[in-house]
């Protein structure tokens, strides 16, 4: 089945500067990658996605990359803001009918202010 | 619209008895998923439900767990006996169909204290 790597398992940055988390996949057939957000005790939110037949997406502070011949996307945050602190999650997910998501093991992002 | 709802928010049980959680989807929507989140882990899905019909249950532990979607609607994951290694959040999440150009939304979780 789909395995999802994620790296780093935390993160420490300035307030306003940029972040960066990667995730590679093994399954060549996954066709949508999306990323969650999630605060302590909470429920998982979706950020931003992407699907294969997309290089790179955008939503204002928020943007992500998809190399599908390497089988890596990555999560780009700039400008980062106290409140952009949490667990982030990439996954990843083949679509058509079987499409639950199997997902990275998390990366705890820390705003220093 | 009104989120998924999910309950009880928390459990504490000992080994070998048994718990049941219950979800209530987004109205309208026809997929519904479980999820299992180890402290300190990405959710794990359990299984996958479009309309009453199972799709994927190949993580579920079957000799310990279940799950059914009675209607197509409403859906109530089991664990019968609980072993320690049970102790997770569980997450229900609901979608407008399947296929990836639908979001995941997921409910609130319940947490599972299994001492």
């Known amino acids: 089945g789909e395995n999802v790597e994620q790296h780093p398992s935390t993160l420490s940055v300035q307030e306003g500067d940029s972040a960066v988390i990667k995730c590679t996949y093994s399954?060549?057939?996954?066709?949508?990658f999306p990323w969650y957000k999630q605060e302590l005790g909470k429920r998982p939110q979706l950020i931003i996605d992407?699907?294969?037949?997309?290089g790179e997406k955008k939503d204002q502070r928020i943007a992500v990359t998809l190399n599908k011949t390497a089988k890596h996307f990555s999560l780009h945050i700039t400008e980062t803001q106290p409140e952009d602190s949490a667990v982030y999650f990439c996954a990843a997910s083949k679509g058509g009918g079987a499409d639950g998501l199997t997902f990275g093991k998390g990366t705890h992002l820390i705003i220093q202010p | 619209e009104a989120g998924v709802a999910q309950s009880p928010r928390y459990k504490i049980i000992e080994k070998r008895q048994s718990v049941a959680f219950w979800c209530n989807p987004i109205s309208g929507h026809a997929t519904l998923y479980w999820y299992q989140q180890i402290l300190g882990q990405g959710p794990k899905l359990l299984i996958q439900f479009q309309n009453n019909g199972v799709v994927d249950d190949s993580q579920l532990p079957k000799d310990r767990f279940s799950a059914e979607r009675l209607k197509g609607v409403d859906s109530t994951l089991k664990i019968q006996p609980a072993k320690l290694e049970d102790s997770a959040v569980y997450l229900c999440a609901s979608s407008l169909a399947q296929g990836s150009f639908y979001e995941q939304y997921f409910g609130p979780g319940t947490r599972l204290t299994v001492t």
């Open positions: 992407i699907r294969s037949n997309v």
């Open positions: 399954d060549s057939a996954s066709n949508y």
